[in-house]
């Protein structure tokens, strides 16, 4: 049966929270508010949910200095990563940050509150320590060890949650469960042995063989388990993460966990050579094997034998038996020049490859799920910021900045990837020339976001649509700047009568309708 979660209880604070949900509500939309970044986000989700039990808040300093320097909690507990909530001066002083105050958390895609932490302390971290005790090195080629001097604030705030609401998600929802989720369906399915297999990737030929030799050698189930969500430079690598990782897939249920060569690697340092051996991951949850409870299962690398068409661990392949591999550098090299792929390395499946901006980011999402071509979004704030920081938003400079997004979006189309654009524009004129000029490259459709401007501002928490009705904004569309309703649009939308899901399923049946999305 699934193992009892880590610190003996699972800490699922929506269902703790559940009972107070209206109260901490109301009581959120009274509280200064944080706004997270995508990397908050993901760590305040596992907190939540149980994934990251026995926490049930971001690290106090104790916490912290315990998990930095001994891997475990003040309370004795292994846990081998800080979890910690990063701000900067300037956000203490404004929210007023210190011990005993209540702050609401805010989801930076749509302004929705999701928990409420109250506040243990603040503390200045010794980010250097940090480095050496967490990454074994001050390396900055290190990802982690990046993020931590160059892009986490010096404060860190520590503190228990209280939970609002689930965090949205638009792709994969049949294949996304909380701990208790997953544990029930287990339960359900009747698996007493689940082999848990953690990866980043798409899985290729190799994976597979290695999955169902664990499986096979425990006589258990296989869990699939990949991380999404934050995968880029400043995601944390280093082999104490295998700790980390095995404790959050006992948390899911999992018995077993497969640990293969060079587990949650972050590659080479500034001299060439890899921060970490092949191996140290396994050494360290073997290190640590009886205090975890869920069994290893190891794994060397798995090579293909092309004269047998088969994947053998690397110990066990006969000396003198030709051997063949493809390095994830060749991979990435065939799959940018649409060179082959052989089919003994991977499958061909994995080789293809208002409201507007969430819209936007949930189609994107959506369409990106199925695979097949890039899906490339130019959201307004971005586009204004990147591409047209010198326009103003008189007419000739708001018509400037569409004609740069459909320009951008012509030549992104050429190269053969879909495009999703959510600016603000408010001429038809505009709208038409960029239609024109899309149109010569692939196919343009108009998606009217028709939300009333009443909806607009009684859900703007920044205050932008007062700052307008004051006469402190000028020329704010809808405002005291003129919106030329679209008369050819493919589709009108409304955020208020519509959930942004519906919203999505009716664009995809719109593709769908005009045989688009076999192309994606």
């Not at 509500?25 to 706004?35: H, K």
């Not at 000028?474 to 919203?503: H, M, N």
Request: net charge negative; with cysteine.
């Amino acid at each position: 049966m699934p193992l009892t979660p880590h610190g003996g209880v699972l800490k699922d604070l929506f269902a703790r929270d559940a009972p107070r949900k209206d109260e901490l509500a109301a009581e959120a939309e009274t509280l200064p508010a944080l706004t997270l970044s995508e990397r908050h986000l993901c760590d305040l989700e596992l907190i939540l949910n149980g994934g990251f039990s026995p926490l049930d808040g971001f690290l106090n300093e104790k916490d912290y200095n315990g998990v930095v320097k001994d891997l475990r909690l003040e309370s004795g507990v292994l846990f081998s990563m800080p979890i910690t909530l990063d701000v900067d001066q300037a956000t203490v002083d404004e929210l007023a940050i210190k011990p005993g105050a209540r702050i609401t958390l805010r989801d930076f895609r749509d302004e929705r509150n999701l928990a409420i932490l109250t506040v243990e302390d603040v503390y200045r971290p010794d980010k250097a320590l940090e480095a050496r005790e967490v990454f074994g090195s001050e390396d900055d080629s290190h990802p982690g060890i990046h993020y931590l001097f160059h892009t986490a604030k010096e404060f860190y705030v520590g503190g228990k949650l209280e939970a609002l609401s689930r965090l949205d998600h638009y792709d994969f929802l049949e294949l996304r469960y909380t701990p208790s989720e997953l544990r029930a369906h287990f339960e359900k399915l009747g698996w007493q042995r689940i082999v848990a297999f953690q990866t980043r990737n798409p899985m290729h030929r190799a994976h597979r063989e290695l999955t169902v030799r664990a499986a096979r050698s425990q006589q258990a189930n296989v869990l699939i388990h990949p991380v999404v969500g934050l995968t880029k430079p400043g995601d944390i690598d280093h082999f104490t993460r295998a700790i980390w990782h095995a404790i959050i897939r006992k948390n899911h249920g999992a018995t077993h966990f497969i640990v293969g060569r060079d587990h949650a690697g972050p590659g080479k340092n500034k001299q060439g050579v890899d921060h970490y051996g092949p191996y140290d991951a396994q050494e360290a949850v073997q290190k640590y094997r009886d205090e975890l409870g869920i069994k290893m299962v190891e794994f060397q690398e798995m090579i293909y034998l092309p004269d047998r068409d088969e994947y053998m661990p690397r110990d066990e392949v006969p000396e003198g038996v030709r051997t063949t591999n493809i390095s994830g550098t060749e991979l990435r090299y065939r799959l940018r020049t649409g060179r082959e792929i052989p089919e003994w390395f991977s499958y061909p499946e994995v080789v293809k490859n208002s409201g507007k901006d969430q819209i936007a980011r949930a189609l994107q999402a959506t369409l990106m799920q199925g695979g097949g071509r890039p899906v490339s979004m130019l959201l307004g704030e971005t586009v204004r910021h990147e591409l047209s920081a010198e326009l103003g938003f008189s007419r000739e400079d708001r018509k400037t900045n569409v004609a740069r997004i459909a320009f951008v979006a012509s030549e992104l189309t050429k190269a053969g990837a879909a495009v999703i654009a959510a600016p603000i524009a408010p001429f038809e004129d505009a709208r038409q020339q960029a239609r024109e000029l899309i149109e010569k490259t692939g196919p343009f459709f108009l998606v009217h976001v028709a939300t009333p401007l009443e909806f607009c501002e009684r859900t703007d928490r920044r205050g932008i649509y007062q700052k307008a009705r004051a006469g402190e904004i000028k020329g704010f569309t809808g405002v005291d700047d003129p919106y030329e309703v679209p008369t050819t649009a493919e589709l009108v939308v409304d955020c208020e009568k519509q959930t942004v899901r519906s919203i999505v399923h009716e664009i995809i049946l719109l593709l769908e309708s005009r045989g688009l999305l076999d192309r994606l």
